[in-house]
């Protein structure tokens, strides 16, 4: 169990509609990481009629600025031109499950089939010329893959594949598709992979993983060699290394597009879970130009969506709704209901936390302080720090509005434990109320945080557990507000 349960008011007002995000796979990097001013172009592709996408797994850009797209439909591989109007289909009948997509310097393409085991090499004409794995052969050897996900290319012309829905490991071939050496194997250790997803190299040969259910990135040298890793990034489904040598990441779970910085710090990132213009549906893959616009392969969606920084000029796109884009940059007002709670909570707090019921805390307390502050989308973030007999405790929090279910929904990290949804909340006359039920030794349990005495000076939160009707759980935090400069 948790020793904190849900946590301040903290709400995302939409004007799309409703979101569904997928709140547990956010790391508390991105809930910390400043909001990417991001636009997108509506409808920015444009399909000839009766040509449909399906799943679409993966996008890439050669060096004329057309856009492949790599799909589960009929016509597995699209190509557009720069201005996003169609140019033609490759690829009809070669593909099982179409995966990763990549373009090398020669403009040949690379592509991944993960349920066929097999990477294939097509020239700018669409014509194989190279087959690495064999079709409906997986295997362990180095004649075969098991589910291999992405490829990349060192600058020496280096071929490296992510060998892993079934090895869990990296396979590098020299140019000519001889076999060199693999590295890895399942495990979260250095090295070790747990579903090897996506891979990508930087102009100075180094080799990034996205070891996406172990939820980080790991960084090699172009012989394998262990450099470092990249926690508490999110799960990496795509990445991609721009000509400034940042590295982005697309994460289907957080529904998020990351910026990072060659030394592993995430500089920002944006995304909106839903179904609308704009947001975001199985974010698998992505591609970034030098003016770093943005292509976002998404599964769910069944589309390619143009994202384009918000100061670029609309007249580049004739297309651009600046209006639309607004609101899916995040750029929206709150209510005047969430205006209050707004009013009410940013700034600074001291906290005390005392456990009244617990099995393993009960008599023991925490103190600290909390902060609130505006995140994107017109939400409000908690940064939670505190300790004391306890043990120590360190959290985000985040918290949207529903519309559609007229309820507030609840997202916390705490103690690098990863991030959970924590139910609904609503409000009970003066008492906002959150509940949600999980799991106590294989009992089931209800849970509820009930925000209470708010003014504008403190509050309190009382959290209360309940297995079959007898209180397991109850723990007091008190919030003081501190004045501005005080600590």
């Known amino acids: 169990?948790?020793?904190?349960?849900?946590?301040?008011?903290?709400?995302?007002?939409?004007?799309?509609?409703?979101?569904?995000?997928?709140?547990?796979?956010?790391?508390?990097?991105?809930?910390?990481?400043?909001?990417?001013?991001?636009?997108?172009?509506?409808?920015?592709?444009?399909?000839?009629?009766?040509?449909?996408?399906?799943?679409?797994?993966?996008?890439?850009?050669?060096?004329?600025?057309?856009?492949?797209?790599f799909q589960r439909g009929t016509h597995p591989l699209v190509e557009f031109d720069k201005s996003g109007n169609f140019v033609r289909t490759i690829?009809?009948?070669?593909?099982?499950?179409?995966?990763?997509?990549?373009?090398?310097?020669?403009?040949?393409?690379?592509?991944?089939?993960n349920g066929a085991h097999f990477v294939l090499k097509l020239s700018p004409e669409g014509q194989i010329s190279m087959v690495l794995g064999q079709k409906d052969y997986p295997g362990t050897d180095h004649t075969h893959f098991d589910g291999p996900d992405d490829v990349a290319f060192g600058k020496?012309?280096?071929i490296y594949v992510a060998d892993g829905?079934?090895?869990?490991?990296?396979?590098?071939?020299?140019?000519?598709?001889?076999?060199?050496?693999?590295?890895?194997?399942?495990?979260?250790?250095?090295?070790?992979f747990h579903l090897p997803h996506t891979i990508a190299t930087n102009a100075q040969g180094l080799v990034y993983v996205g070891d996406r259910e172990n939820a980080r990135i790991q960084v090699f040298d172009s012989e394998g060699k262990f450099l470092t890793q990249w926690r508490d990034v999110g799960?990496?489904?795509?990445?991609?290394?721009?000509?400034?040598?940042?590295?982005?990441m697309a994460d289907a779970e957080a529904s998020r597009v990351l910026e990072i910085d060659p030394s592993g710090k995430v500089l920002g990132s944006f995304g909106i879970s839903g179904r609308g213009v704009g947001q975001l549906a199985g974010a698998h893959a992505l591609a970034v130009t030098a003016q770093k616009e943005i292509f976002?392969?998404?599964?769910?969606?069944?589309?390619?969506?143009?994202?384009?920084?918000?100061?670029?000029?609309?007249?580049?796109?004739?297309?651009?709704?600046?209006?639309?884009?607004?609101?899916?940059?995040?750029?929206?007002?709150?209510?005047?209901e969430m205006q209050k709670l707004s009013d009410a909570f940013v700034g600074k707090w001291k906290v005390t936390e005392s456990f009244e019921v617990s099995a393993s805390m009960q008599g023991k307390i925490r103190q600290g302080t909390a902060s609130f502050r505006l995140g994107p989308g017109a939400s409000l973030i908690e940064d939670y720090q505190s300790n004391g007999s306890a043990g120590p405790l360190s959290f985000l929090g985040l918290l949207w509005w529903d519309p559609s279910g007229h309820v507030y929904r609840l997202l916390t990290c705490a103690n690098n434990d990863g991030c959970h949804p924590r139910g609904s909340a609503k409000w009970e006359g003066n008492k906002l109320v959150n509940s949600w039920e999980e799991k106590v030794d294989?009992?089931?349990?209800?849970?509820?945080?009930?925000?209470?005495?708010?003014?504008?000076?403190?509050?309190?939160?009382?959290?209360?557990?309940?297995?079959?009707?007898?209180?397991?759980?109850?723990?007091?935090?008190?919030?003081?507000?501190?004045?501005?400069?005080?600590?």
Not at 8 to 25: E, F, K, M, S
Not at 104 to 112: E, F, G, P, R, Y
Not at 235 to 248: A, E, K, L, R, T
């Open 1 to 69: 169990m948790q020793t904190r349960r849900a946590f301040v008011i903290l709400p995302l007002v939409l004007l799309l509609g409703v979101v569904r995000t997928q709140a547990h796979a956010t790391s508390s990097s991105q809930l910390r990481a400043a909001e990417l001013d991001y636009r997108v172009v509506p409808d920015f592709l444009k399909l000839p009629s009766g040509l449909y996408f399906s799943e679409v797994s993966g996008v890439a850009l050669n060096s004329k600025g057309h856009i492949f797209v």
């Open 91 to 113: 690829g009809e009948g070669l593909f099982t499950r179409p995966h990763g997509l990549r373009i090398d310097k020669a403009d040949n393409l690379w592509v991944t089939d």
């Open 156 to 158: 020496s012309g280096e």
């Open 165 to 192: 829905e079934g090895n869990s490991r990296v396979v590098e071939f020299d140019g000519d598709g001889h076999f060199v050496k693999e590295w890895g194997r399942k495990g979260s250790s250095e090295a070790e």
């Open 235 to 248: 799960h990496p489904y795509g990445i991609f290394v721009s000509p400034d040598q940042h590295i982005w």
């Open 296 to 336: 976002v392969a998404e599964v769910f969606n069944w589309r390619v969506e143009k994202f384009i920084p918000a100061g670029a000029q609309a007249a580049a796109d004739p297309s651009f709704d600046s209006d639309l884009s607004s609101k899916v940059s995040g750029s929206v007002q709150l209510s005047p």
């Open 442 to 487: 294989g009992k089931p349990a209800t849970f509820k945080d009930s925000f209470v005495d708010i003014l504008s000076s403190s509050f309190r939160l009382v959290s209360e557990g309940t297995v079959g009707g007898k209180t397991i759980w109850r723990v007091i935090t008190k919030y003081q507000r501190l004045e501005e400069g005080k600590k």
